[in-house]
């Protein structure tokens, strides 16, 4: 019988701590699943212990080494490969709920439909604790987007999503640089799809101090190209406000500017929200540029990311 579950992990030098997510995979009380793993360049022992955990023949793993291309490349290369109806990202530092699969299973098999793209879950800390805030209560169904921007859930969430619908719209490739946003993906689906939410836990999440999540200043400087083409997309979203283009017009015009790229005004879709975001986007570009000033960090934090 066919696995309805892929489990993906990306990784990159990250052998210390995937331990953690195997072990995690092991204890499921639904076995019903593959681990698929994308290998991203390590240097480290990862390949070898991956092959010690295949000969144990305890789960499932398919085990795919490409050079390092970034979160997203590595994203790409799992939506190549990935054949099972669902699949979840658990990344190399987190691990999953003992039930977290039969609970993914037994609400798909609740939920499906053609219109419904995937399910919507809790992370939580080690101790517990849900990061941000749960799903509304009665919320059962609703857009990506609008998790967030309408019905303002904090914190990060743990998404499952149909296979056939995120092999759509590949992350693009961008010489020198290895990240665009995730959600880029999940936001086009919106245009076509909702989302099944359950107020219950398939992750907990630890975030490393090598994670990208803490390095987020040092993805703006060394990604500017990825994170503008993430804000042009949002700010073609129709379910974004004006202000919420004002807003990721601002992030643009630093990209560019950090890129040095001269045509920005032309490639935008907002060209007078680009104007005017233009001396917000000068002062993000500057809190960039001054990553160790904690006043600028200040200024990015109260006038520009919220």
Known sequence: MKKVLTVFTPTYNRAY???????????????????????????????????????????????????????HGAHNKAYEVIDTELNVCIDSDDYMTDNAVEIILNVWEKNKRDDIAGIGALDIYKNGEIIGTKFPEGLKETKYFDIFKIHKVKGDKKFIYRTELVKQNPYPIFYGEKYVGLDYKYMKLDEDYSLVLINEAVCIV??????????????????????????????????????????????????????????????????MLCVLALPFGYIFYKCISKKGDESWRLIWKYFISQ
Not at 35 to 41: A, E, H, K, R, S
Not at 248 to 262: D, G, P, Q, R
Request: proline share 2%; net charge positive; with cysteine.
């Open 17 to 71: 701590v995937l331990n953690g997510c195997y072990q995690s995979l092991l204890r499921q009380t639904c076995q019903d699943f593959i681990w698929v793993i994308i290998d991203d360049g390590s240097t480290d022992n990862t390949t070898e212990l991956v092959k010690s955990w295949i000969d144990e023949n305890k789960i499932e793993i398919r085990y795919y080494y490409q050079e390092n291309k970034g979160m």
């Open 206 to 271: 630890e975030y490393l101090q090598d994670g990208s999540s803490l390095n987020m200043f040092r993805q703006y400087k060394n990604n500017p190209k990825g994170f503008a083409f993430y804000r042009i997309e949002n700010m073609k979203n129709k379910r974004g406000d004006l202000k919420y283009r004002f807003k990721e017009s601002i992030h643009y015009v630093a990209s560019s500017l950090i890129s040095k790229n001269t045509n920005f005004f032309k490639e935008t879709p907002c060209k």
